[in-house]
T-cell receptor
Framework: AQSVTQLGSHVSVSEGALVLLRCNYSSSVPPYLFWYVQYPNQGLQLLLKYTSAATLVKGINGFEAEFKKSETSFHLTKPSAHMSDAAEYFC????????????FGSGTRLQVQP | DGGITQSPKYLFRKEGQNVTLSCEQNLNHDAMYWYRQDPGQGLRLIYYSQIVNDFQKGDIAEGYSVSREKKESFPLTVTSAQKNPTAFYLCASSIDPAGNTEAFFGQGTRLTVV
């Protein structure tokens, strides 16, 4: 079985501050991990993905995430928040366990204060 | 442009009626998915299809039905058996039927029971 836990349903940061969104996964086999962003009333857009190559993954819009097997984590970071980063962020996992679809976390809503 | 088109964007249903949500993709992807999104619950998998004329139940398939007669199309029917259908529905596709690559999402259909 595979699952994802996102700690913190709401995160608020000031513009220019560090963004840290937490994601922990559970998988019995090496996972593929993804971060998506969703703006209101829209679909999901891929930010970045981990597919067993480099453990530090760089994505779009200045975001990056580090895969830490020992901690079963894949936290999303951005050094300096921008107002346009305000959105909902989802972590997702897939692993070769027979389930042929991504499993999503419950999401974290990021608020950026001016 | 290549992508996934969901229609309609907004849909209203009377209690006891069946409704069908459309999803079309021109990405030549083998796999397609339907997810349901409710506030605070992330995305939950309804059905997925890895190949034409084949599909599998996801985590919350009760009250829903799908078909995959063409590679490009994966319509979702919300039946009267679905007791709480009001939600945001997202269709996605992936080039890898095993689900180990990213999924691309449509813009969603918001269904409201009136």
């Amino acid at each position: 079985a595979q699952s994802v836990t996102q700690l913190g349903s709401h995160v608020s940061v000031s513009e220019g501050a560090l963004v840290l969104l937490r994601c922990n996964y559970s998988s019995s086999v090496p996972p593929y991990l993804f971060w998506y962003v969703q703006y209101p009333n829209q679909g999901l857009q891929l930010l970045l993905k981990y597919t067993s190559a480099a453990t530090l993954v760089k994505g779009i819009n200045g975001f990056e995430a580090e895969f830490k097997k020992s901690e079963t984590s894949f936290h999303l970071t951005k050094p300096s928040a921008h107002m346009s980063d305000a959105a909902e962020y989802f972590c997702a996992v897939n692993a070769d366990t027979g389930r042929r679809a991504l499993t999503f976390g419950s999401g974290t809503r990021l608020q950026v204060q001016p | 442009d290549g992508g996934i088109t969901q229609s309609p964007k907004y849909l209203f249903r009377k209690e006891g009626q069946n409704v069908t949500l459309s999803c079309e993709q021109n990405l030549n992807h083998d796999a397609m998915y339907w997810y349901r999104q409710d506030p605070g619950q992330g995305l939950r998998l309804i059905y997925y299809s890895q190949i034409v004329n084949d599909f599998q139940k996801g985590d919350i398939a009760e009250g829903y039905s799908v078909s995959r007669e063409k590679k490009e199309s994966f319509p979702l029917t919300v039946t009267s058996a679905q007791k709480n259908p009001t939600a945001f529905y997202l269709c996605a596709s992936s080039i890898d039927p095993a689900g180990n690559t990213e999924a691309f999402f449509g813009q969603g259909t918001r269904l409201t029971v009136v």
